[in-house]
């Protein structure tokens, strides 16, 4: 008998599985897929000279996260390759922001938008380096992070306190137009922050876009050498040379509950797995509640929440062989492993304004990789492994192009879709159609059979916004990776600090699994939350 179980072999679930045999625990991972990995996985289905990320590709969250740096998977093989520059915003006109991870590289491309906005950044740039320990500490510890928030509240004061907060917490449009004259700079925070779910107009959605941009500038958005896989293959070899055991094919069904506390699995095929200590989950927040843990089990307070957990956006996705590189109308994007693909901040607003009336944008803003620049292995000399992806949404009332698209994502809307997707890059690159050997359509269907974590194509776990972070992370009152279940911990991206490829869920849950999740009366963390907020529900209900 194991003493943990862990459902999915995820990133998360695999840090986590790592951290337990670390500490001594003998562990077994259960995997639905007929590989682990979750959505850091790579192959050569679009082509047999390519290699394709099939789901996440650049890693600045992994390359700044103090727990991926703990397991120090380079002696297990893995190493990290970039780009010349992280990332590029070209525009139709030709000019185009860069971030390089040379701050003089930044601060020079914004110069060119308007004199004086390389300073700006550097000021930026500045306020980051004071505050980067405690931010990091804050991102990847549990919450609530009681040390690194005072350590960061410290900082902070010296960094301008309440109007450095005030900035943080700006939709990311009125944060550009407040520290930036010319456009550069207004691109890079925007386009950052919709690599989440956030519009431009979107509370925190400045602090969002500011975070990502400054973990670029320091840390890049590096790339594993020979595919996104490559990390996967890490975490699994250091965990096996440790005596865990990663089972693919074996779907878990059910959290089996005996006396409040979970004391095993059980599997699609019958098979019973128990756990001498702990199961963690690095599942869906809604698979985990009234899926794998039958409603019985459950206060009905966050079975009432449960109804108002929100997704982030539906995922579209296109993968790319190119006989050629990308024929960028602005030089510069040539040299970026990753592109930001839309015509300045308003296109931004359109894009997102029309995922919000639930309609297939008609000009999708595109994250574009150009995977062999970043990574020469992953193509002959002379192409390009590329993607795209664009958001979409879940329920789709209509399109906001002329091709009728409904979300039914059969075979006729998905080509479709990614011909509308290929007509945005044709904008900025013209004569990319012409480069493409051969390509693979991931609707948002697709993505979830191949990944069950990603519900509709949702990459991130839930949406970034703020009223499901923190504290609210997955839902109200909870926010910790404790369950209202003994012994049973939430590892997956829904829980605090979110999406991306990081660890700190499942960091997280194994720290607390090897706390044994409880306060000194027996109850876990999730337990007394919930528990005040029935027992007030109960007392509203009774007052006349």
Request: one cysteine or more; glycine letters at 12%.
């Amino acid at each position: 008998m194991p003493d943990a179980v862990v459902i999915g072999a995820g990133p998360n679930g695999l840090v986590a599985a790592n951290l337990l045999a670390d500490a001594g625990w003998s562990v077994e991972v259960l995997e639905e897929q007929s590989e682990p990995g979750g959505a850091v996985r790579h192959d050569r289905g679009v082509h047999p000279d390519f290699v394709s990320d099939v789901f996440s590709s650049f890693y600045p969250l992994a390359a700044a996260s103090p727990v991926i740096a703990g397991l120090h998977l380079e002696r297990e093989g893995l190493r990290w390759s970039h780009a010349p520059y992280v990332l590029a915003h070209p525009l139709t006109d030709g000019r185009c922001a860069v971030l390089g991870r040379a701050l003089d590289d930044t601060a020079d491309a914004l110069d060119v938008f308007a004199p004086g906005d390389g300073d700006a950044w550097r000021e930026l740039h500045e306020v980051w380096e004071r505050l980067r320990p405690g931010i990091v500490d804050a991102l990847f510890t549990p919450f609530p992070p009681v040390r690194a928030t005072a350590r960061l509240a410290a900082r902070l004061r010296g960094a301008g306190g309440l109007r450095l907060a005030r900035s943080l917490v700006l939709p990311v449009r009125r944060l550009g137009e407040e520290e930036f004259t010319g456009a550069g700079g207004r691109l890079l925070l925007a386009g950052n922050a919709l690599h989440a779910d956030l519009a431009p107009e979107a509370a925190g959605s400045g602090g969002f876009g500011w975070l990502m941009s400054m973990l670029g500038q320091t840390y890049g958005f590096p790339v594993p050498a020979g595919g996104s896989g490559a990390l996967t293959h890490a975490l699994v070899r250091r965990l096996r040379g440790r005596g865990g055991t990663v089972r693919c094919g074996d779907r878990v069904e059910e959290v089996v509950v005996r006396g409040g506390r979970a004391v095993a699995v059980r599997t699609a095929g019958g098979e019973t797995v128990p756990a001498r200590r702990a199961v963690l989950a690095d599942v869906s927040v809604p698979a985990l509640y009234g899926g794998l843990v039958d409603e019985s089990h459950l206060p009905g307070q966050l079975l009432d929440d449960l109804r108002r957990f929100q997704w982030d956006f539906a995922t579209f996705k296109v993968d790319w062989a190119l006989d050629g590189p990308v024929p960028w109308t602005a030089a510069q994007a040539a040299s970026a492993g990753t592109v930001h693909l839309a015509d300045g901040v308003d296109e931004l607003t359109r894009f997102a304004a029309q995922n919000a009336m639930r309609l297939v944008p008609d000009r999708p803003f595109c994250l574009f990789g150009q995977m062999t620049t970043a990574d020469p292995t992953r193509s002959p000399l002379g192409t390009e492994s590329a993607w795209a992806y664009t958001h979409v949404p879940h329920e789709v009332a209509g399109d906001a192009g002329d091709d009728g698209l409904t979300g039914s994502w059969d075979e006729r809307e998905r080509e479709l879709m990614a011909d509308r997707v290929e007509a945005q890059v044709e904008r900025f690159a013209p004569g990319f159609r012409a480069l493409v050997r051969a390509r693979r359509v991931l609707a948002p269907p697709t993505l979830q059979a191949m990944n069950a974590n990603l519900c509709g194509g949702a990459i991130n776990g839930g949406t970034a916004a703020m009223h499901q972070q923190l504290v609210f992370r997955p839902l109200a009152g909870t926010g910790r990776p404790e369950t209202p279940v003994k012994g049973l911990f939430l590892a997956s991206a829904g829980a605090h600090p979110g999406g991306g490829v990081h660890g700190a869920p499942g960091a997280n849950a194994a720290r607390a699994a090897l706390r044994g999740g409880a306060f000194p009366n027996g109850l876990t963390w999730a337990q007394r939350a919930l528990t005040r907020r029935d027992r007030k529900g109960d007392r509203a209900r009774s007052r006349p």
